[in-house]
């Protein structure tokens, strides 16, 4: 008799995002039965596919990168192989009163020949870098800044100019504060193996070009954007027989007998028995449904700390902006004062944008650091009127929009500060002592696509590892 249908556990994942929509696919490719709960009306969180005159575009993340196999692969999976699409154009770095382009030969924006960095860094800065290889090696412990590390090798300028502006497009944070170790990993190895840092650097880029390459584009988008990755994930998730319920908060997790309950404040579904749980959801909300169960975890989730931002979608004609020169957009390093910190030109970056919409030129701004939020309470009107003040300077741009959206993140990125990895150890030690219970999402091992993919992927197979299926399946091969 088969009776998979019957013992095949009851998972339930917290959270729509694209980690609780990867963690409920491989958990039923692995036989479980699978709900999963998402507070909002919507599926994906930060990938988020809209509209702005008619033209589709993201709302939110626009690529992933795609020298790891976890984004591209789910993509593979949910049909939108067809779909993937690089980049085009170069981008730029605002500063010093002008576009200047982005320099070859970095890692992070750390160079390894120090000429590289002409006319972003100055004269002085120059000679600070060459000194470098002068000076005796310094100790990184078990993590440091990457901003520390950086300006005590190379000094301030390359941070505040380079490496604050390409590291805070990833988390909107600081970088004198950002772990090296949780976030440019390359980074901290080559400080901890060599005592010159361009030294390292230029190790590391010397391994790169000598091994094989496949020849593809670093990152990668979706035709229609990449805020269709989720809703194709989900609909495989129902093809495959898994429950999705939006607006459906959860208000509580409590261990019972046999797994566990979840409480929600949907009047269908008010308490859901399963015999695992994923959370899926950001860290402050896993800190409070956590808080009962398992203190100690509650209480490191609770440190987490986000950053919020704006990103301004504007949509011009393009006979206005025939002579706006061809590029994917620009950086623009906090240190020079200005509102936005990078601008994306969608019709130059994504050939589909233009395709689907050859008489507009969309393009985006983003707004809002870490502890520098304070735009983010101003109305939409004045966010669009201070990103077409900072692109009239940058690029001479005079037109008005024909149309305008503000997508407001609050709380949207978190902050990997130093001694992150090991906050996350202990998160998952404390975690670990409850049976049927996994923690994923962008708060432990990296805010990108791919990283996020694979923590859900690490929390389903430690799920099914450890719940009846597994029970189940070594009793079949017994029989």
Known sequence: MDNSAVSAPHIVVVGGGISGLAAAHRLLESGAR????????????????????????????????????EGVGLAREVGLGDQLRPPSATAAIWTRGALRPMPKGHLMGVPADPASLAGIVSAEGLARIARDRELPPTEVGDDIGVGEFVASRVGREVVDRMVEPLLGGVYAGDAYRISMRAAVPQLFAAARDNASLLDGVARIQAKAAAAPQDGGPVFLGLDGGMGTLPLAVADAVRAKGGSIRTETPVLALT?????????????????????????????????????????????ELATVEYASMALVTMAFRRTDLERLERSSGFLV??????????????SYKWQWVTDRAPDLFVLRTSIGRYGEEEHLERDDADLVDLSLGDLGEAVGLAAKPVATEVTRWIGGLPQYPVGHLARVARVRAAVAKLPGLRVCGAAYDGVGIPACISGARLAADEIIATSTLAQNTQRDAGQ
């Open 333 to 346: 390093p906090s240190v020079d004062g200005r509102t936005i910190k990078a601008s994306t030109f969608s």
């Open 255 to 299: 261990r019972t007998a046999t797994g566990w309950l979840v409480r929600t404040d949907s009047p269908q579904a008010p308490a859901i028995e399963a015999d695992g749980v994923i959370l899926a959801s950001p860290a402050w909300s896993a800190s409070a449904l956590l808080a009962a169960e398992s203190p100690a975890a509650a209480a």
């Open 34 to 69: 699978v709900t999963v709960l998402e507070a909002t009306d919507r599926l994906g969180g930060k990938l988020y596919a809209g509209e702005i005159a008619g033209a589709r575009v993201d709302l939110g993340a626009e690529s992933m990168l795609a020298r790891r196999p």
